[in-house]
């Protein structure tokens, strides 16, 4: 089997690859594996049973056509500080004309013209006064929020888009291993079932997802791919009664907080806030179940979710970030039985668990049903939990009520984009013939700033062909 592209991965980062390198007129054919499902096939059962009924081969959440990004919230961050480290690589100025015209693309395709948090700037900077007086940063950045059900028709419309235009997807296609030849990669070896092709290519692109950031560590390692260990988070969903966060959810829709809290001064954040959202539970590939966070446009809950991430950069010797942080959510698993744990932060603090019955008797509801009350602490890392904890208590400062005692605590929270690929500005990798793009290489984090870097990969492949 010979293509000229081949792109691993059909999240944004691959997407955006071929909807540039069509919009730049190559003639040449384009071929995306994904291992997944498409658009329209992708159905969580859980709508209908209540309970994650943990689908095989794959979860629907987290593969298929857009990736997880067709089952997320939906926000698309439109500022270059936001979403990862791209700008330390390509420059910040270019970073944002990437974010505007890779904007425009999500518009034409039906997003939501409304954008977030613009449009009161006074109220802004009465909530960046809070912050300071807190010891946070408050990050501006305007947000351009799908919604997971209209995230979902977006994402079809650009699946019938590239399908019309000649683009062969393959779906339900595994990538096993990266073929090399003379020093070079020449293309990959698919699986489906018990079938194994090769499939060769000019040039490959791996875009495998924050899901596949695992496979990706080890494919680099396998074949010398220069890589290093990055930032790996560990962190929990923190759910509110919506009253509690009205004021920043009205002005913000977002609040990008930002602290470095004592005594350990790990950077922590808050992460996919959700207004009147639903918190949801994601399994990966190796049976770990970790928890997310979902917002509609047409559905909303009494509360709001986000995440607390504490981002851990190792040193020598470790250099298994990821393998850490599936540890950690393995060992929280295994005291929920294979289920999400839950936890009052009053209960962290009178170094207690949580009961079911002390759950029903809350303001807030769980909107995860099937959670498991439990102890949290007993699986957090001791540095994790102090920052996280510390961190709410600065944010009870910004958004008063926030560390009530029935504030809930949802874990595991991980973030898998650890393995950094080391490239230059054209995205050239060690390995020639090989390019690493989005949440997998490192270098961004969400859908935006995955996107721009599918955008800018899309040029500079449209301009070696002209050359």
């Known amino acids: 089997m010979r293509t000229d592209y081949l792109i691993i991965g059909a999240g944004p980062a691959g997407i955006f690859t071929a909807l540039e390198l069509l919009r730049k007129g190559t003639k040449k054919k384009i071929t995306i594996v994904e291992k997944g499902q498409p658009v329209e096939k992708r159905h969580c059962p859980k709508d209908k049973t209540g309970h994650c ?50 904007d425009q693309i999500y518009l034409e395709f039906g997003a939501d013209t409304k954008v977030e948090g613009v ?22 950045c305007p947000i351009r ?38 020093g070079r990669c020449a293309g990959a070896i698919l699986r489906k079932g018990d079938e194994t092709v090769e499939y060769r290519a000019s040039e490959t692109v791996v875009a495998a997802g924050r899901r596949g950031a695992d496979w990706l560590e080890r494919v680099c390692a396998e074949h010398g791919v220069a890589h290093q260990p990055g930032t790996v988070d560990i962190g929990v969903r923190v759910e509110v009664r919506s009253e509690v966060m009205e004021f920043v959810n009205e002005v913000l829709y977002e609040s990008k907080l930002i602290g470095y809290p ?24 190796n049976g770990l179940a970790v928890v997310n966070g979902h917002s ?76 498991v009350a439990g102890d949290i602490t007993a699986a957090m890392p001791y540095r994790a939990m102090v920052s996280i904890l510390g961190f709410i208590q600065a944010v009870d400062q910004v958004v008063p009520g926030f560390a009530a005692p029935e504030t809930l605590l949802y ?14 500005t054209d995205f050239n990798t060690s390995v020639p013939g090989l390019h690493c793009l989005g949440d997998a290489s490192g270098w961004t984090r969400g859908l935006m700033m995955a996107s721009v870097m599918g955008v800018l990969m899309g040029r500079k492949l449209a301009d070696k062909e002209e050359k």
């Open 53 to 102: 009924m943990n689908c095989k081969p794959y979860c629907h959440i987290t593969t298929g056509f857009s990736g997880a990004g067709a089952f997320s919230d939906g926000k698309l961050s439109l500022s270059y500080e936001v979403g990862g480290d791209l700008p330390d690589l390509i420059g910040a100025e270019l970073t944002q004309q990437l974010i505007d015209y890779t």
């Open 119 to 140: 449009s009161n700037p006074e109220q802004v900077k009465e909530i960046r006064k809070r912050a300071i007086q807190a010891g946070l940063k408050l990050v501006d």
């Open 145 to 182: 929020h799908l919604g997971t059900e209209k995230a979902q028709d977006l994402y079809l419309s650009i699946e019938r888009h590239l399908l019309d235009k000649g683009v062969e997807l393959l779906f339900g296609w595994a990538c096993e291993d990266l073929l090399m030849e003379g």
């Open 262 to 285: 004592h005594p350990f001064k790990n950077k922590v954040r808050i992460f996919c806030q959700n207004p009147g959202g639903f918190v949801s539970q994601e399994n990966y590939d």
């Open 296 to 371: 509609f446009k047409g559905k909303k809950s009494e509360n709001t979710n986000l995440a607390i991430l504490c981002s851990h950069n190792f040193t020598i010797p470790f250099n298994q970030p990821i393998a850490y942080a599936q540890k950690v959510g393995e060992l929280t698993n295994m005291l929920g039985d294979g289920h999400i744990l839950v936890q009052r932060y009053g209960d962290i603090l009178d170094g207690k668990r949580t009961w079911e019955k002390e759950l029903s008797r809350s303001n807030v509801r769980p909107t995860l049903p099937d959670a």
């Open 411 to 424: 874990s595991p929270e991980l973030k898998f984009y650890s393995n950094k690929v080391r490239m230059d």
